[in-house]
């Protein structure tokens, strides 16, 4: 797993869990990162293996074990970066854009039960393209370029047991998601998070390949530092008077 801190002088630790397939060459990664070194976040940010035959330890553990050094910090997690996230402990504050709490309903249950019986690691088994319709309108060529496009039967074994053990979500927890995602199912979102602390995007997979990114950056950025408090307060200035 690759690790790497930005901006080194920031006054506040923020643990980043990208999403499978994100680095942060892309450059929709590194516009999203911007935004947090520019808001003073000291950035942990982390790039998940692509190819996994155990989520704990090749995933979970690794990014466990290293946020137990931190005396305090905001967790922000993407995607699987946000399947994760939910597994580590000790952050004030948690943002998830676009967890991937459960497989996309484009993915039959019959379907993904049979392909996880499969005792390899091998990355045999094509995804659906990731283009800029599903990821965003301002994913890079490079970008999807770069995106890899196999999985093995272990990755969607393990997985799918991830989701099957999330555990409580935070009370406090803020979801940006999309209606139009064609990655994950919103089903675990709304069984999780209460409809007000969920921020509703126009756009992909990705917040941060969305044209609608700038309207909810500064949003994302009061999530992050006043948790779901940020959100409410945000619904309740837009509620018209009777």
């Known amino acids: 797993m690759r690790h790497r801190v930005f901006n080194e002088d920031g006054e506040t630790e923020l643990v980043f869990v990208m999403g499978w397939g994100n680095r942060w060459t ?29 989520f704990k330890a090749d995933w979970l553990e690794p990014i466990a074990e290293y946020v137990l050094d931190l005396e305090g910090y905001q967790l922000l997690g993407h995607s699987a970066g946000a399947l994760v996230a939910q597994a580590l402990d000790g952050a004030d504050n948690h943002v998830y854009l676009s ?40 994913a890079t060529d490079h970008q999807i370029a770069t995106t890899p496009r196999w999985v093995s039967p272990a990755f969607v074994r393990e997985t ?16 940006f998601c999309s209606l139009r995602d064609p ?6 979102i709304g069984e999780r998070v209460p409809a007000r602390h969920v921020v509703l995007y126009d756009g992909g997979h990705e917040l941060f390949s969305s044209r609608s990114r700038e309207a909810h950056v500064d949003t994302l950025l009061a999530a992050l530092d006043e948790g779901a408090a940020a959100v409410e307060e945000r619904d309740e200035e837009d509620e018209i008077p009777a």
């Open 26 to 54: 892309h450059e929709n990664v590194s516009w999203l990162i911007g935004e947090l070194t520019d808001a003073g976040y000291r950035v942990h940010a982390f790039e998940l293996p692509t190819n996994i035959d155990d």
């Open 183 to 188: 990655v994950v199912s919103l089903r675990p």
């Open 160 to 175: 799918r047991r991830a989701q099957q053990e999330l555990l409580t979500i935070d009370h406090d927890a803020v979801v």
């Open 99 to 138: 967890p991937w709490w459960g497989y996309s309903e484009d993915y039959p249950e019959t379907v993904l039960d049979l392909v996880a019986t499969v005792p390899t690691t091998f990355p045999c088994l094509p995804i659906a393209e990731l283009d800029a319709d599903a990821l965003g309108e301002l």
